[in-house]
């Protein structure tokens, strides 16, 4: 079946560190993989995407690249800030008619000051 | 992208008692729309997908007759809880697109808590 497993958090971090957050994903065929992002209080907000393999996808700082060869989509971004903090949400669709999103369990991240 | 709200953002009722959430498009034409569910610490877990003026479509082991879906009209969708149980306490978030391959657009969610 099709799944994602991303980094356990909570991820505690200083502002301008480097950060990363680990998903893999398991899927039959060939999937779309997606990003994305849930400050506090709000919905979900997609980050970034990457539609085949190779493909970066880049938004506000950060970046992930979708690599076939080790089914990952990890998200990286070099300097962080306090309003980075959330909970980031790694997921895959395998579109079937209808675009069904497979999300990962999030990883909630918190940058002090 | 598109603004969507749900209402109530919180509900708490007795077991036994039956809550609708409400799903809307501010701004945007949605032909479909999907609701989801979420434990705490858990991903979000899809529990149907509904398109304007049609049945929903329900994955598998989610009771249809126990989650009602309408979606009514481009810019709303409900989510009725049937004879709550307290084991249906959970986070509830609903999203909308344009169509296949579209962007998902997601509300920021209600909690309900079954007592």
């Known amino acids: 079946g099709n799944s994602v497993t991303q980094m356990e958090g909570p991820v505690t971090l200083s502002e301008e560190a480097f950060l990363t957050i680990n998903c893999t994903y398991t899927?039959?065929?060939?999937?779309?993989l997606f990003w994305y992002v849930q400050y506090p209080g709000e919905g979900l907000q997609l980050l970034l995407k990457?539609?085949?393999?190779?493909d970066k996808g880049s938004n506000k700082g950060f970046e992930a690249t979708y690599r076939k060869e080790t089914t990952s989509f990890h998200l990286e971004k070099g300097s962080v800030q306090v309003s980075d903090s959330a909970v980031y949400f790694c997921?895959?669709?395998?579109?079937?008619?209808?675009?069904?999103?497979?999300f990962g369990q999030g990883t909630r991240l918190t940058i002090n000051p | 992208g598109a603004v969507v709200s749900q209402h109530p953002s919180r509900v708490i009722c007795k077991s036994g008692t039956s809550v609708k959430i409400e799903c809307r498009s501010l701004?945007?034409?949605?032909?479909?729309m999907f609701w989801y569910r979420q434990f705490p610490k858990q991903s979000l877990m899809l529990m149907a997908t509904?398109?304007?003026?049609?049945?929903?479509?329900?994955e598998q082991g989610v009771e249809k007759d126990k989650f009602l879906i309408n979606h009514a009209s481009l810019t709303l969708s409900t989510l009725t809880v049937t004879s709550a149980h307290p084991e249906d306490s959970s986070f509830y978030i609903c999203?909308?697109?344009?169509?296949?391959?579209?962007?998902?657009?997601f509300g920021p969610g209600t909690r309900l808590l079954v007592l």
């Open positions: 997921a895959l669709t395998i579109t079937q008619g209808a675009q069904k999103l497979v």
């Open positions: 899927a039959t065929g060939y999937p779309s």
């Open positions: 509904s398109n304007e003026g049609s049945k929903a479509t329900y």
């Open positions: 990457a539609t085949k393999a190779d």
């Open positions: 999203s909308v697109t344009g169509g296949v391959q579209e962007t998902q657009y």
């Open positions: 701004d945007f034409q949605a032909t479909t």
